[in-house]
């Protein structure tokens, strides 16, 4: 079993970590794109350019976490460090399997809605989901400071320098 992340899964990582928080913070154009058309109304030409850059990111994230997940059947990952306390391992398994599902889910919520007008997708997709992936994002980077700073393992070390 490997004691570090690859560095091509250390790529993907961090890629995908910046193409999800873009998507996240500047969702505006695609909300406001979003509701004009789910009413009906016309775009212009700038509304989908600009609500095109996200509903790209997020297609993009959908084959990175596809190229990711490969990575991680066939490199594996490191084992859980022994100071985490069992229950916490089971809490981050499930916590990072739940990333691994909004990864596809999302983007594939967002399609539907975007490309094929489905408004049951475009809710789940900028309500749930998108809270979801706060509170899980929020939690990953509280769980690696506890590792760093609190149990003092090598978490961080094997997700930035191997």
């Not at 990711?68 to 100071?83: A, D, K, S």
């Not at 089971?90 to 967002?110: D, Q």
Request: aromatic letters at 12%; glycine letters at 8%; a positive charge.
């Amino acid at each position: 079993m490997a004691l570090s992340f690859t560095v091509p899964q250390r790529i993907l990582h961090w890629l995908m970590a910046a193409l999800i928080l873009f998507n996240l913070i500047f969702s505006d154009a695609m909300e406001t794109a979003g509701r004009l058309m789910f009413r009906g109304q016309t775009l212009t030409p700038e509304q989908v350019s600009a609500a095109n850059i996200h509903a790209y990111v997020g297609i993009g994230v959908l084959v990175l976490a596809l190229i990711r997940l490969c990575l991680r059947f066939m490199q594996g990952v490191p084992p859980e460090p022994i100071q985490e306390p069992p229950f916490l391992r089971v809490v981050a398994r499930i916590s990072h399997w739940a990333f691994y599902a909004l990864f596809f889910a999302m983007p594939l919520a967002g399609i539907g809605a975007w490309y094929f007008g489905n408004t049951t997708a475009a809710f789940v997709h900028s309500g749930p989901m998108k809270l979801l992936m706060w509170v899980l994002i929020v939690a990953h980077i509280g769980g690696a400071l506890v590792h760093q700073f609190y149990w003092k393992t090598d978490v961080l070390k094997r997700m930035t320098s191997g």
